[in-house]
T-cell receptor, first 114, second 110 residues
Framework: GQQLNQSPQSMFIQEGEDVSMNCTSS?????WLWYKQDPGEGPVLLIA?????ELTSNGRLTAQFGITRKDSFLNISASIPSDVGIYFC??????????????FGQGTILTVHP | DGGITQSPKYLFRKEGQNVTLSCEQN?????MYWYRQDPGQGLRLIYY???????QKGDIAEGYSVSREKKESFPLTVTSAQKNPTAFYLC?????????FGPGTRLTVT
């Protein structure tokens, strides 16, 4: 089956630092999604990417859809304490029986020290 | 106020009992999903439904059952056949390639 490798597994940074995390896949995806999850809550969609090479920003967050369609990265600039949480990447293949089925990365746990 | 609601937030059951988790959405989304999340892990797909009265097994469907009698509702039953039911359960729906999640239900079976 499809596999997504997300790295790093965890990050401990100082407030104000930039953060970068990425996901790589053994399969091609046609959509990449990035989520943030706070403890005990459902994941919240941060950014959706639909085309190879696409670069999309949402405030201090920037994500890119890799040219090979097998990878994606998420950058957070000038981190603040409320950025703490678990970040998940998710990839989605096109149509058929895989419609709407997402493959999730293992998550990156982000800790920001004031 | 639109969105996905799951109830209850916390659920406790004795081993051997079936339990049903509620998921409702007023987003008019056709497709709905159930995921399971275990500590330190990503989300795993249990069941999904693309339209009313139709649903398919996901990657870990054993020990679970669902129904989709109404577009806005997709309840999940955790049966006594599920060997390790204690987990955080997330319901989701999809629109335009974007998947939105509910707040989750934490089920503890003792």
């Amino acid at each position: 089956g499809q596999q997504l490798n997300q790295s790093p597994q965890s990050m401990f940074i100082q407030e104000g630092e930039d953060v970068s995390m990425n996901c790589t896949s053994s399969s091609i995806f046609n959509t990449w999604l990035w989520y943030k999850q706070d403890p005990g809550e459902g994941p919240v969609l941060l950014i959706a990417l639909y085309k190879a090479g696409e670069l999309t920003s949402n405030g201090r967050l920037t994500a890119q859809f890799g040219i090979t369609r097998k990878d994606s990265f998420l950058n957070i600039s000038a981190s603040i304490p409320s950025d703490v949480g678990i970040y998940f990447c998710a990839g989605q293949t096109a149509g058929g029986t895989s419609y709407g089925k997402l493959t999730f990365g293992q998550g990156t746990i982000l800790t920001v020290h004031p | 106020d639109g969105g996905i609601t799951q109830s209850p937030k916390y659920l406790f059951r004795k081993e051997g009992q079936n339990v049903t988790l509620s998921c409702e959405q007023n987003l008019n989304h056709d497709a709905m999903y159930w995921y399971r999340q275990d500590p330190g892990q990503g989300l795993r797909l249990i069941y999904y439904s693309q339209i009313v009265n139709d649903f398919q097994k996901g990657d870990i469907a054993e020990g679970y059952s669902v129904s989709r009698e109404k577009k806005e509702s997709f309840p999940l039953t955790v049966t006594s056949a599920q060997k390790n039911p204690t987990a955080f359960y997330l319901c989701a729906s999809t629109s335009g390639g974007r998947k939105y999640f509910g707040p989750g239900t934490r089920l503890t079976v003792t």
